[in-house]
Structure formats: structure tokens, C-alpha cells
T-cell receptor
Framework: GAVVSQHPSWVICKSGTSVKIECRSL??????MFWYRQFPKQSLMLMAT?????????EQGVEKDKFLINHASLTLSTLTVTSAHPEDSSFYIC?????????????FGPGTRLTVT | LAKTTQPISMDSYEGQEVNITCSHN???????ITWYQQFPSQGPRFIIQ???TKVTNEVASLFIPADRKSSTLSLPRVSLSDTAVYYC???????????????FGTGTRLQVFP
């Protein structure tokens, strides 16, 4: 149980275009989802926290107009990278916590590799 | 959120026990200690979590001294497949439905040799 999926697993897009990444909790309801970004050989950097039905809370230094997060249901959160540029190329990972059971365990998705050319 | 400090890297050989220590001097009363494992190009995977003393599960043990200012992840008899980055995180995530954000530190890159 407690599986989180991401789609797509990798994507290549041209500079200036927008890309949407989906994060789904497959077998549980996720009240809170987190989005991280990870550059090669570096740690995960938290970008934002999203709760179902409310606006996401962004970490300092993360542009909310560039990284649009929507958490429309208890099983789906989306991250849209708008007007992507090569420096946005990274590994994007989401995680989720459930509405029941131990809340200390975040379940992570497999990640999405974004390459902007 | 308490900051954590871990060794950047560690080397070991198959069959050995590996102990990775994490320092968290500013841990708060409500904070729990959680360890994650990450393989390249994959999301982190939960290993173990504890509040104090010792916790053991099927893959690892977690030792936490009385002052809780540090913790040690112990991996018994590592194999090549344990080569990964291990992250120690501290946060107030112990309460029911209480979700705190997790801040990842640098992690420890464990390399297991045959």
C-alpha cells in the first residue's frame, strides 16, 4: 500500500513552453502533498507544500507564478512549470501523507526528469 | 526545524555492518527522527523512524541517545544493493494528522564494495 505515482517519468520540452507533472496517491487519500526539486549530486530541495482544496505554500525563493501547483483532489496534485528554461531542468519529486495512519511517513513518488532544451 | 549534519560519504564492504551517525543538536521536544534511502533517479524510500532509545525493523536499527542530539542508523550486513544516499531528517511529524514539512540535508553517500 501507500503508493505514489508520477507522470510522466521523463519529459523533454523546448524553452518557453509549459510542462505539467502529475502526482497521484494510488491507494490512499493524501491530505498534503509536497513537491521537491533535485539537481544532480545534490539533495532534495522542498519547493512547496499543498493541501487539498487550498493554495500551495511555497518555500522562500521559489517563484509561485513559475511553478503552479494545484491540489484539486485528495489523490491528485499537479505541478506546472511555466515558460520553462534550461535552468529548470531537474528531477522533480512529489510526496504525500495520508488522512489516516501514521503521519510521519511521507510516501515519495518515483520522480520526473525534466529536460528543457 | 532542526538542522542535521551527516558525513558526506562512507565506504563499506559486503557483509559488514554500517553505522551512519547524524547530528541534530537543536532537536525540539516534538521532533521525530526519520531516515530515508534514495537510489539514483528514484524518489526517497522510508527506512525507519524513532523518537528515543532504539527502534528496529526488518531492514535497519535506529539508535537515539537520551539527549536526542544525535542518532545512528545501523545497517546490518550490507550488500551491493545498499549503495545509495541516506538522509536523516528531523521534524514534528509525530502527531496524528500533523504533517510537517521535511527538510533534507546533504545526506550520506554509502558505497558498498564487493
Amino acid at each position: 500500500g501507500a503508493v505514489v505515482s508520477q507522470h510522466p517519468s521523463w519529459v523533454i520540452c523546448k524553452s518557453g513552453t509549459s510542462v505539467k507533472i502529475e502526482c497521484r496517491s494510488l491507494d490512499f487519500q493524501a491530505t498534503t502533498m509536497f513537491w521537491y526539486r533535485q539537481f544532480p549530486k545534490q539533495s532534495l530541495m522542498l519547493m512547496a507544500t499543498s493541501n487539498e482544496g487550498s493554495k500551495a505554500t511555497y518555500e522562500q525563493g521559489v517563484e509561485k507564478d513559475k511553478f503552479l501547483i494545484n491540489h484539486a483532489s485528495l489523490t491528485l496534485s499537479t505541478l506546472t512549470v511555466t515558460s520553462a528554461h534550461p535552468e529548470d531542468s531537474s528531477f522533480y519529486i512529489c510526496s504525500a501523507t495520508g488522512t489516516s495512519g501514521p503521519s510521519y511517513e511521507q510516501y515519495f513518488g518515483p520522480g520526473t526528469r525534466l529536460t528543457v532544451t | 526545524l532542526a538542522k542535521t549534519t551527516q558525513p558526506i560519504s562512507m565506504d563499506s564492504y559486503e557483509g559488514q555492518e554500517v553505522n551512519i551517525t547524524c547530528s541534530h543538536n537543536n532537536i525540539a521536544t516534538n521532533d521525530y527522527i526519520t531516515w530515508y534511502q534514495q537510489f539514483p533517479s528514484q524518489g526517497p524510500r522510508f527506512i525507519i523512524q524513532g523518537y528515543k532509545t532504539k527502534v528496529t525493523n526488518e531492514v535497519a536499527s535506529l539508535f537515539i541517545p537520551a539527549d536526542r542530539k544525535s542518532s545512528t542508523l545501523s545497517l546490518p550486513r550490507v550488500s551491493l544493493s545498499d549503495t545509495a544516499v541516506y538522509y536523516c531528517l528531523v521534524g514534528d511529524v509525530g502527531g496524528s494528522y500533523n504533517t510537517d514539512k521535511l527538510i533534507f540535508g546533504t545526506g550520506t553517500r554509502l558505497q558498498v564494495f564487493p
